[in-house]
């Protein structure tokens, strides 16, 4: 009987995939009782053909499908799921060997509840950090924006509760904490689980990382728009200083250039260039509707 499906959206990541694959075959849990289900978003680089050539040791359920991003590959891995928990990882995030079962113990301890394991990641080529602070405790209740599925289980029927992921975000990031504050409004707790762990290898160039800022930018946006609230708006960092800060630096192009040339070498500028290409792509998205 399937316990667990965990689930994995993949696009020309041949290499990294194989890797997390063969890292979810190697589980301490019984191999029968979890399975893979894994949405390849028509991948052009051989991702079928290797994964032709593995040796699953637990179901290994492979779909292909038109490309229509990452929220519509999750929901229809969603629907597919066999498993009455849901784990969510991501295809360049190889796990640890106890990863399903330190999960899987966590929501028999405690039913309708998410967990949120700790991932070691690479997030720009020169710095490695946690995606969730190290101060938390095991078990903890912790807030809902924390509901980052590169590392987070949920029992399925939570899922489809509450709507599934919103499939109008179509750039990069914010979707999965819009449903994690969905879940939130719910009564749906989220809990700490650092005994659950994977390691992100997906380092990011500088000037990678600020066209991912403004990405988040355009998703903040649909956020809002289904959300609109002050509660909302702030967290998003919508908020009056900020628009009008990005707006004063916009209006002086020296200001912005003098800003480039002192990013690389400082935290502050870097943090200010950042923000910038965030609230450039909200802006935009948001004067669109």
């Not at 109008?168 to 969905?182: A, M, P, Q, V």
């Not at 409004?185 to 992100?200: Q, V």
């Not at 649909?222 to 200083?241: A, D, E, S, T």
Request: charged share 25%; net charge positive.
């Amino acid at each position: 009987m399937i316990e667990a499906s965990v689930i994995i959206g993949a696009y020309n990541q041949k290499e990294i995939l194989k890797r997390t694959l063969e890292s979810l075959f190697n589980q301490t849990y019984p191999a029968d009782k979890y399975e893979i289900v894994l949405i390849d978003s028509m991948s052009s680089d051989g991702t079928d053909a290797m994964i032709e050539q593995l040796k699953p040791t637990c179901r290994l359920n492979y779909l292909r499908q038109e490309n229509q991003g990452k929220v519509v590959a999750r929901n229809r891995a969603i629907r597919e799921a066999k498993g009455a928990v849901i784990i969510f990882t991501d295809a360049d995030i190889p796990v640890e060997k106890n990863w399903v079962a330190e999960h899987l113990k966590a929501q028999q301890k405690y039913p309708d509840t998410a967990f949120a394991g700790q991932t070691i990641r690479l997030r720009r080529e020169d710095l490695t950090d946690t995606e969730l602070p190290t101060r938390f405790k095991p078990f903890q209740k912790i807030n809902w924006s924390y509901f980052l599925t590169g590392n987070l289980s949920i029992p399925k029927e939570l899922i489809i509760k509450a709507g599934l992921f919103d499939e109008n975000f179509k750039e990069y990031g914010w979707e999965d904490i819009e449903l994690g504050y969905r879940l939130h409004k719910m009564g749906i707790p989220l809990r700490f689980l650092p005994s659950a762990l994977n390691h992100h290898l997906h380092p990011v160039t500088k000037e990678g990382f600020l066209n991912i800022m403004y990405k988040m930018g355009k998703s903040a946006a649909v956020f809002y728009h289904r959300h609109p609230n002050l509660q909302i708006k702030l967290y998003l960092g919508l908020n009056p200083l900020a628009l009008a800060v990005h707006s004063f630096i916009r209006k002086h192009q020296w200001l912005l250039s003098y800003i480039e040339k002192k990013a690389p070498t400082s935290n502050f500028f870097r943090y200010l260039l950042e923000q910038y290409y965030y609230l450039t792509g909200a802006k935009e998205a948001l004067a669109n509707d």
